[in-house]
Structures are given as structure tokens and as C-alpha cells.
């Protein structure tokens, strides 16, 4: 077990459609990065959150967007879903500094139809 | 641009066998090296990884991996593998001195057979 919880782990939705994917990073970790993980593209990064303030950006869609809260949990917002949203969503955490690994969730699979 | 060549997709290989799995990367600068594994329905977990130092770096469950910067690779090996390695092994790469901001390989799925 990472320590970090993704909710849900399942989500099917219709295209055009907005959702909202959680994270709850490991109890000490400040930084939280998302990664979208499809068959195509295989995993790529997303962005990146320290302490409640973007810190990177990877390939994120501009219809995709993330904040990350005081409590240090994040989301995951995604809107007008198009068939090809449908990937694996996964959270990691790190401590913060740059020179902290990654501890991943279990991601959350999106479904879009 | 930094890119991750994972150059096998599926590697089958008997139980208590060794195995190689191999990863190329580019870039221009100097990276930071990292193999993970997931199993199904989870997330990845780290394996091991290159900072900087000995070439040649262990990690857990027996795996080690070698840098080579000549040939700006990172192979993944263990000399004898059981049932419970087969898993998909992702390679990746960052720079800038991030261990986070991570460019992944496509992945090797790894099937070890009785």
C-alpha cells in the first residue's frame, strides 16, 4: 500500500460530460503530480501541485484542469469529454523536494461513451 | 527532447530463468534514471534507481539495473525470475534534477511461465 488514495476507482461517463477524480496524498507528502495512463499514449505527465501551488506542466489538455487544497489532497478535473479522455488516471505524492521519488495510487479509470 | 526507448513490448521467459528487459533513453543532458513495476489493477511502484554514482544499481524483489552513458542505456536484470515478476515494467527519465516530472517508455510486459 502507497498511502495515497484515489476515489473513485471507476468512473463511465458520456462524452461532453465534466468529472472530478480525488487524490489524497501519502500523510507527509506536500507535492502531488497526475498522470494519464492510455493505451495510445502510454503514461504521461500531467502536471504537478507543491504545497497548494502549480509547480509543472506536462501535456495537459486546456479542457483539463487541477488545484491542489489546503489539506494537500488534489483534483482532478476533466470537461467536455471526448472518447479518447478514456485512460487511467493516476495520483503520485513525493515529500517535495526534487530529490524525493514518486509513490503512486491506483488510479482511477475513466470511461467515456 | 528527452524520449524513453523501451525496445520489447512482451518478454516470455521460464520461472527461475534470468531476464533482461532493455530501456534507451535520449536526452542532452544529464537524467535521472528509474525503473518501476505495476502489477494489474495497481499502481506503479519504484523498482530501483540511477541519481548518480556506481553504474550499477539494486533494487528490490533482486532486480539491478546498469547505466551506461555511452550507450545511453538503462537495462533492467534479474538472474532468476519467479511466478510473481510477471508485471509490466515501465522505464523513465527525468532531467532538471526532478524525480518527479517523468518521461515514461512505453512499458515491457513481463510473463514468467512454470
Known amino acids: 500500500d502507497s498511502g495515497v488514495t484515489q476515489t473513485p476507482k471507476h468512473l463511465i461517463t458520456a462524452t461532453g460530460q465534466r468529472v472530478t477524480l480525488r487524490c489524497s496524498p501519502r500523510s507527509g507528502d506536500l507535492s502531488v503530480y497526475w498522470y494519464q495512463q492510455s493505451l495510445d499514449q502510454g503514461l504521461q505527465f500531467l502536471i504537478q501541485y507543491y504545497n497548494g501551488e502549480e509547480r509543472a506542466k506536462g501535456n495537459i489538455l486546456e479542457r483539463f484542469s487541477a488545484q491542489q487544497f489546503p489539506d494537500l489532497h488534489s483534483e482532478l478535473n476533466l470537461s467536455s469529454l471526448e472518447l479518447g479522455d478514456s485512460a487511467l488516471y493516476f495520483c503520485?505524492?513525493?515529500?517535495?523536494?526534487?530529490?524525493?521519488?514518486?509513490?503512486f495510487g491506483n488510479g482511477t479509470r475513466l470511461t467515456v461513451t | 527532447a528527452q524520449s524513453v526507448t523501451q525496445l520489447d513490448s512482451q518478454v516470455p521467459v521460464f520461472e527461475e530463468a534470468p531476464v533482461e528487459l532493455r530501456c534507451n533513453y535520449s536526452?542532452?543532458?544529464?537524467?535521472?534514471l528509474f525503473w518501476y513495476v505495476q502489477y494489474p489493477n495497481q499502481g506503479l511502484q519504484l523498482l530501483l534507481k540511477y541519481l548518480s554514482g556506481s553504474t550499477l544499481v539494486k533494487g528490490i524483489n533482486g532486480f539491478e539495473a546498469e547505466f551506461n552513458k555511452s550507450q545511453t542505456s538503462f537495462h533492467l536484470r534479474k538472474p532468476s525470475v519467479h511466478i510473481s515478476d510477471t508485471a509490466e515494467y515501465f522505464c523513465a527519465v527525468s532531467e532538471g534534477g526532478s524525480q518527479g516530472n517523468l518521461i515514461f517508455g512505453k512499458g515491457t510486459k513481463l510473463s514468467v511461465k512454470p
Open positions: 536526452s542532452s543532458v544529464s537524467v535521472y
Open positions: 503520485a505524492s513525493s515529500v517535495g523536494t526534487d530529490a524525493s521519488p514518486l509513490h
